[in-house]
């Protein structure tokens, strides 16, 4: 089991939504989020091109849903977290 990401890319593009969504962790995300390598262009990760990540194998944790739950493993379940997550990959992709 893990999660499952189709790959949309969408995160990648939305990193301002990303932050505004995770509110209710604003410390965690924001310890995540200032250690976060890249530029950050209109929300855009400077590391997607052609819709697909040219640092994957080094991507920081907050890139990765299934590490990155260690950050929040005090505050909720895994099942909480994958539902958390796959809500806001549902508003990226505008399904609602
Ligand atoms: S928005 Fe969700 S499904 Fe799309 S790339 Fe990001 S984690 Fe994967
Ligand atoms: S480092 Fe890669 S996975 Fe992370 S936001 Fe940038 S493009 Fe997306």
Redesign the pocket.
Known sequence: MGFN???????CKNLFLTKDVSEQFKESVQTLLSEFPYEIHNGICEKLKDNKCTVYNERPDICK?DEGYKYFKEEMSIEEWYSMNYSI?KT??GGE
């Open positions: 990401c189709s790959g949309c890319g969408e995160c849903v990959c990226l992709q």
